[in-house]
């Protein structure tokens, strides 16, 4: 075990910093977060043009520079090399806790191996939010995130998942609310979800009702902003149930064939879905 005395060690290097900023209200910025950000020697930012608004309010003239998905690796290994010599870096994402669905996981593991102080800030993070006010079981739950964006992958994913007794916390873009919520319907049932839109903004909502429910606010319901997606976790009643009950053995296999399935694929996941000999399924849907 590597031990990490985040403010009782005296070192020769720096210390990277990870500052969670607003997810909407700007008064969600703790004094502390401010204190670090005006401290630290540089800023590494998603957005440099976002996070500039932020310093900007908040008076901070610490220079920013890019840390994102696609210059990761050379910003990464800069900054390090920037902390090994006594400097203090402080990551902050566009909204929210750094390293969450963002780039800053794997600088916070490069800085790790090379055995340099991470230091996290406790701050604003658009997951729990969504969660401790969603009225579903809070006991356990499971980050998820932005589920894959190919049909194939997301319905593996969602196979996954659907047994698990957590409770689940999806993050999803507007253009793509209504094909998650749809498929999470197909994955699951009808569970209980709550839809978390603009939160802590003045247009802040909670649609809270059922996966089925859900669908027909996404026809009439204002889908604009970022959404957090809080779904029931699987009950002993909704493990009984099969979704595809209702469905005849040609449209059971179509409906692997509209997920990206191949046919044989498909005749496989029915035979397995309904414990069938494939040989059965196949002359069903070959008739």
Same mark, same amino acid.
């Given at each position: 075990?590597?031990?990490?005395?985040?403010?009782?060690?005296?070192?020769?290097?720096?210390?990277? &910093?990870?500052?969670?900023?607003?997810?909407?209200?700007? +008064?969600?910025?703790?004094?502390?977060?401010?204190?670090?950000?005006?401290?630290? *020697?540089?800023?590494?930012?998603?957005?440099?043009?976002?996070?500039?608004?932020?310093?900007?309010? $908040?008076?901070?003239?610490?220079?920013?520079?890019?840390?994102?998905?696609?210059?990761? *690796?050379?910003?990464?290994?800069?900054?390090?090399?920037?902390?090994?010599?006594?400097?203090?870096?402080?990551?902050?994402?566009?909204?929210?806790?750094?390293?969450?669905?963002?780039?800053?996981?794997?600088?916070?593991?490069?800085?790790?191996?090379?055995?340099?102080?991470?230091?996290?800030?406790?701050?604003?993070?658009?997951?729990?939010?969504?969660?401790?006010?969603?009225?579903?079981?809070?006991?356990?739950?499971?980050?998820?995130? $932005?589920?894959?964006?190919?049909?194939?992958?997301?319905?593996?994913?969602?196979?996954?998942?659907?047994?698990?007794?957590?409770?689940?916390?999806? &993050?999803?873009?507007?253009?793509?609310?209504?094909?998650?919520?749809?498929?999470? $319907?197909?994955?699951?049932?009808?569970?209980?979800?709550?839809?978390?839109?603009?939160?802590?903004?003045?247009?802040?909502?909670?649609?809270?009702?059922?996966?089925? +429910?859900?669908?027909? /606010?996404?026809?009439?319901?204002?889908?604009?902003?970022? $959404?957090?997606?809080?779904?029931?976790?699987?009950? +002993?009643?909704?493990?009984?149930?099969? /979704? /595809? *009950?209702?469905?005849?053995?040609?449209?059971?296999?179509?409906?692997?064939?509209?997920?990206?399935?191949?046919?044989?694929?498909?005749?496989?996941?029915?035979?397995?879905?309904?414990?069938?000999?494939?040989?059965?399924?196949?002359?069903?849907?070959?008739?």
């Amino acid at each position: 075990m590597k031990q990490q005395a985040s403010f009782r060690e005296e070192t020769e290097v720096g210390s990277i &910093y990870l500052v969670p900023t607003p997810i909407g209200n700007l +008064e969600d910025m703790t004094f502390r977060a401010i204190r670090t950000l005006k401290e630290a *020697d540089m800023i590494a930012a998603e957005d440099t043009r976002q996070s500039k608004k932020l310093c900007n309010h $908040f008076d901070i003239t610490t220079p920013l520079v890019r840390y994102d998905e696609h210059n990761k *690796d050379k910003a990464g290994h800069m900054l390090i090399e920037k902390v090994k010599e006594g400097k203090s870096v402080a990551l902050v994402s566009d909204a929210g806790m750094p390293a969450i669905s963002d780039p800053g996981h794997d600088i916070v593991k490069l800085a790790i191996t090379e055995e340099i102080p991470v230091i996290a800030l406790p701050g604003a993070n658009a997951a729990l939010t969504s969660l401790v006010a969603s009225g579903l079981n809070t006991e356990q739950f499971y980050f998820v995130g $932005f589920l894959p964006r190919q049909k194939k992958h997301r319905y593996e994913a969602l196979e996954e998942l659907k047994s698990m007794r957590a409770t689940l916390m999806f &993050y999803e873009a507007p253009h793509r609310l209504k094909e998650t919520i749809e498929a999470l $319907f197909t994955a699951f049932g009808n569970r209980r979800i709550s839809i978390c839109r603009e939160l802590t903004k003045k247009f802040e909502e909670y649609q809270r009702g059922t996966l089925e +429910e859900a669908l027909v /606010w996404c026809e009439n319901g204002m889908v604009k902003g970022e $959404f957090c997606l809080i779904v029931e976790g699987a009950t +002993e009643d909704i493990e009984e149930e099969k /979704w /595809w *009950d209702n469905l005849e053995l040609t449209q059971h296999v179509e409906h692997y064939i509209a997920l990206g399935m191949t046919s044989k694929a498909a005749i496989k996941q029915v035979s397995t879905d309904r414990n069938l000999q494939k040989r059965e399924v196949y002359q069903a849907y070959h008739q």
